[in-house]
């Protein structure tokens, strides 16, 4: 099911009608997309905050709804370190899974979206604590821009994920070679930015090691089993058949996919 909203400025709420009269930025796009997907909250809810720069409008919408006294009684589960001091910085009392293992609704972005709504997620370093709040939520809306929107996974030539042990990781990602073969996959640990090239590490302490596929890997519930079944793999991004509804910002307005 889809529906389309036009809007005409970054500014303006999302259910605006007007067609736009200038070119909206990404950011301005994501905003957009954000400000939609709080609407879906209500007071008293459990939410999960999610990471990234498009999840961020909406932590920070969440806190400005706060303080005005538009919603009340709202307690956040955040998907990273960065999104629990972001939360506090706005205001919104926060839990854990194991204080509140049922969560009303998460918000967050992801790095692609294909056509029956499984999603890229973890190019921003934080897809463990993501699966595990969203795995947990009765209603998961994710917001993206419309150049998130894929083929099929991975079709976007860029990262898709998987958080690793240390203990050799590079023979786990000869390991990732090896099973995507016939994908054309290359495996590259993410680095921090800087002259040293630093692995990065992620806030469990773990190492991100990037695939990039020239081809579609196929069935991904096969792909996904077979990368958990190695071992040293934590967790991979591929966010399957676990988003409700997803909200695309475009230059000509929002489009909301639901399952």
Same mark, same amino acid.
């Given at each position: 099911m889809e529906g389309a909203i036009l809007v005409s400025a970054p500014s303006s709420p999302p259910s605006s009608t007007s067609i736009p009269s200038v070119l909206l930025s990404q950011d301005e796009l994501k905003k957009i997309a954000a400000y939609k997907a709080v609407e879906y909250v209500e007071s008293g809810m459990v939410l999960g905050l999610g990471t990234g720069s498009t999840a961020k409008h909406a932590v920070d919408r969440i806190g400005d709804l706060l303080r005005?006294?538009? $919603?009340?009684?709202i307690?956040?589960? =955040?998907?990273?370190? %960065?999104?629990?001091?972001?939360?506090?910085?706005? !205001?919104? =009392?926060l839990a854990d899974l194991d204080s509140h293992p049922v969560i009303? $609704?998460?918000?967050?972005? #992801?790095? @692609?979206?294909d056509p029956h709504l499984n999603l890229v997620k973890g190019r921003g370093g934080s897809l463990l604590r993501e699966k595990m709040v969203e795995g947990a939520c009765r209603k998961f809306v994710v917001?993206?821009? @419309?150049? %998130?929107?894929? %083929?099929? $996974? !991975?079709?976007?030539?860029? #990262?898709?994920? &998987?958080?690793?042990? =240390?203990?050799?990781?590079k023979f786990t990602a000869r390991?990732?070679?090896s099973l995507f073969e016939e994908a054309g996959c290359v495996a590259k640990l993410r680095t921090c930015s800087g002259a040293k090239g630093e692995p990065y590490v992620t806030d469990n302490g773990n190492y991100i090691v990037d695939l990039y596929f020239k081809e579609d890997i196929g069935d991904l519930k096969a792909a996904s089993d077979a990368i958990l079944q190695l071992a040293?793999? &934590?967790?991979? !991004?591929?966010? $399957?058949?676990?988003?409700?509804? &997803?909200? &695309?910002? !475009?230059?000509r307005g929002i489009t909301v996919k639901n399952k």
């Open positions: 005005q006294g538009k $919603l009340h009684s307690v956040g589960v =955040p998907t990273s370190k %960065k999104t629990h001091e972001q939360a506090v910085s706005v !205001g919104i =009392p009303d $609704l998460a918000i967050d972005g #992801a790095d @692609e979206v917001i993206v821009d @419309e150049s %998130k929107l894929v %083929k099929h $996974l !991975g079709g976007s030539g860029l #990262a898709m994920p &998987v958080e690793v042990v =240390p203990f050799c990781w390991r990732f070679q040293g793999v &934590v967790e991979h !991004g591929m966010f $399957l058949d676990m988003a409700t509804t &997803v909200i &695309v910002a !475009g230059e």
